[in-house]
């Protein structure tokens, strides 16, 4: 296809999804998102809305590519080098509490907002005009300051609040030291040898430098929760999502690091021929979890003491793990997997609930953006990363010869994938 044939194609992907959103909207009587003060957050379209939920995801790869073609590559580069920028402009406006103090209607002028902010004047408005290209603010008189539907929402969404102040406060300056590290420690698998060690001058991994400052732990908790309740990564994905019902009844489920057992306990109430033990650290089983499973699961689901990297003792059907290999290094993840070998049974299954990184341009723009970003983060963070399919293969393998990779697959609608493999003795047995 020539440059002028895609810059049409482009053009006319774009007009044809526009009208499938707009004729949606207009048929159910709903508005579009704005950033007008007033305006929706959000586009009123779940996934079951196939048609619609695909052309917005279709508009948006669009309208992206298009923009980095009407900028052309030489361009786009320099842009793309100085977007931190818009980090910059964007902690200003959380560390000086600017939003908290322009008026949730009408406005205030500069000056005064200088004054309460206690930020010099032509400091903080190239500040706030900056921002503003980023729909953050708007100026609707010159020389005084407004919201947009963006800026307020830091004022009222205390979890996206605390995304913002989270990336731009916490791991912003720990980002900038991700090269440094790879270059101070070549090839590390270890947790405390990362962007943040050097930023923050620790030698604590990060899960445990978090809990070691009670500020920065409930932000990243509060911030948290911007995002895993999000569409794409409820439990209901997990629960149909796998043949729980295909397991014998009685069949026993480990819920590795499951936390409060709230993931248990959403598959223990559609399957009630299935029994649950769920594991986790001494730090998760204060006086406040213990006895909270409720009343009519007790008898199926048990909330019990275990650090997933030593030896298992119970013997189980199941071993399920949500969200926790991401988090680690090949090193420890294959300890992990190493750490069940002594109570498996032949047929015993590892299920994996996590993320899974597309084959390149098999999934849409935002998807594969989504995962590549978290995929660098986690680099930042724990010295881990996503993984591909193949990936996962070769981790079972790496840990013991006698697991058996059986599939992965990516339940509908969900963001999370499920990986299965399973044990089986009489497949090239190790020596112990």
């Given amino acids: ?40 957050d959000e586009f009123p379209i779940s996934p079951e809305d196939e048609e619609p939920f695909k052309a917005r995801l279709a508009l948006i790869a669009a309208t992206k590519e298009l923009y980095d073609i009407s900028l052309g590559p030489k361009e786009s580069l320099r842009y793309l080098a100085w977007d931190a920028a818009n980090n910059l402009s964007l902690q200003a406006v959380y560390e000086f509490k600017i939003a908290e103090n322009v008026p949730l209607s009408g406005s205030i002028s500069y000056q005064e907002l200088a004054e309460k902010v206690n930020v010099p004047l032509l400091k903080l408005r190239p500040l706030i005009r900056h921002a503003m290209t980023n729909h953050i603010f708007q100026e609707p008189v010159k020389g005084y300051v407004g919201h947009t539907r963006t800026s307020r929402l830091l004022v009222e969404d205390k979890p996206l609040h605390a995304w913002v102040a989270f990336y731009c406060e916490d791991l912003w300056v720990s ?18 040898q990362t962007g943040v060690n050097l930023a923050f001058g620790t030698d604590l991994p990060w899960f445990d430098f978090l809990q070691s400052d009670e500020a920065l732990a409930k ?16 439990m209901h994905h997990v629960v149909e999502g796998y043949p729980w019902a295909g397991l014998p009844d009685g069949a026993t489920i480990v819920d590795m690091g499951g936390n409060q057992g709230y993931i248990s306990f959403a598959i223990a109430e559609k399957f009630t021929k299935l029994n649950f033990i769920v594991q986790d650290t001494a730090g998760m089983r204060t006086t406040e979890t213990i006895g909270a499973v409720p009343e009519n699961l007790k008898d199926r689901v048990t909330l019990t003491t275990h650090d997933f990297f030593t030896p298992q003792t119970v013997v189980a059907d199941v071993y399920f793990f949500r969200w926790i290999f991401h988090g680690f290094s090949e090193k420890y993840c294959i300890e992990i997997l190493q750490a069940l070998a002594p109570a498996l049974k032949k047929g015993a299954r590892i299920v994996i609930n996590d993320g899974t990184l597309p084959e390149p341009n098999t999934v849409t723009y935002l998807e594969e953006k989504t995962m590549r970003t978290m995929d660098i983060m986690m680099q930042v963070t724990v ?32 963001r999370m994938w499920l990986i299965e493999a399973e044990w089986d003795p009489e497949a090239g047995a190790q020596v112990e």
């Fill in 1 to 40: 296809m020539s440059s002028l044939e895609k810059l049409t194609t482009l053009s006319n992907e774009i007009s044809k999804n526009t009208k499938i959103l707009t004729d949606y909207l207009s048929s159910k009587g709903l508005e579009a998102p704005s950033f007008d003060v007033d305006g929706l």
């Fill in 175 to 192: 980002m900038t030291n991700v090269v440094k590290s790879m270059k101070k420690w070549p090839g590390s698998q270890e947790p405390n």
């Fill in 219 to 234: 932000r990243y908790n509060l911030a948290m929760q911007s995002v895993g309740g999000g569409e794409g990564f409820a």
């Fill in 383 to 414: 010295n881990a990363r996503e993984r591909e399919v193949d990936d996962w293969k070769e981790l079972f393998q790496a840990a013991d010869q006698r697991y058996k990779f059986l599939k992965a697959w990516k339940p509908e609608k969900s």
